[in-house]
């Protein structure tokens, strides 16, 4: 079964560090997306991606987040100057087209010490 | 108000229990409904998207109530593989953002 891959699958990081954080989506997928999940809460969208730009964004992905595609296959999550509170786990995730579901991937633990 | 209010739970039961989770949500617009589960530090897995006109899964059955913006998800015959959070999921239509709930814990015991 196709998967979406995310590495590293933890990182840890000095506060005020910049960090990249990696995906891979399933390779006929079209829509991108970030989500995150703060330990013991919910799940929450950052910024979906489709043909080479944001479609949307949230609150939370202000600028100091931003996505890039930088070639076919990789779609990557960058936070400039990292806070503590930005600790999180962070998933990937990518589907077909729209009102199709999301396959989502086994996370990047980000902790900001 | 929270756009999805979901029970945290724990709900703890016996193997071969039936359990119902409920779930609400705030905005009248959402068209799309799912079920995810999710497992302890794991991604969110899709369980059923949620239809109108309710669906059943095997042993996973799914009703919404759009005029109580209400959705359920009932399960029979527990099983222990059945332990995990289950997470009540909307969106307003196709490729906008999914809405998460926090989600409703559960614990099948032997």
């Known amino acids: 079964e196709p998967e979406v891959t995310q590495t590293p699958s933890h990182q840890v990081t000095q506060m005020g560090q910049e960090v990249i954080l990696r995906c891979v989506p399933i390779s006929n997928h079209l829509y991108f997306y970030w989500y995150r999940q703060i330990l013991g809460q919910k799940v929450e969208f950052l910024v979906s991606?489709?043909?080479?730009?944001?479609?949307?964004k949230s609150e939370i992905f202000d600028d100091q987040f931003s996505v890039e595609r930088p070639d076919g296959s990789n779609f990557t999550l960058k936070i400039r100057s990292t806070k503590l509170e930005d600790s999180a786990m962070y998933f990937c995730?990518?589907?077909?087209?729209?009102?199709?579901?999301?396959?989502f991937g086994s996370g990047t633990r980000l902790t900001v010490v | 108000r929270k756009e999805v209010e979901q029970d945290p739970g724990p709900f703890n039961v016996p193997e071969g229990a039936t359990v119902a989770f409920n779930c609400t949500y705030s905005n009248s617009a959402s068209q799309s409904f799912f079920w995810y589960r999710q497992d302890c530090r794991k991604e969110p897995k899709l369980l059923m998207s949620?239809?109108?006109s309710g669906n059943e899964d095997g042993r996973f059955t799914a009703q919404l109530n759009r005029a109580s913006q209400y959705i359920s998800l009932l399960i029979r015959d527990s099983k222990l593989s059945d332990s995990a959070t289950y997470l009540c999921v909307v969106s307003n239509s196709g490729n906008t953002p999914l809405v998460f709930g926090k989600g409703t814990r559960l614990s099948v015991i032997a």
């Open positions: 949620v239809y109108s």
């Open positions: 991606f489709y043909n080479n730009e944001i479609s949307e």
């Open positions: 995730a990518s589907s077909e087209g729209t009102g199709w579901s999301y396959t």
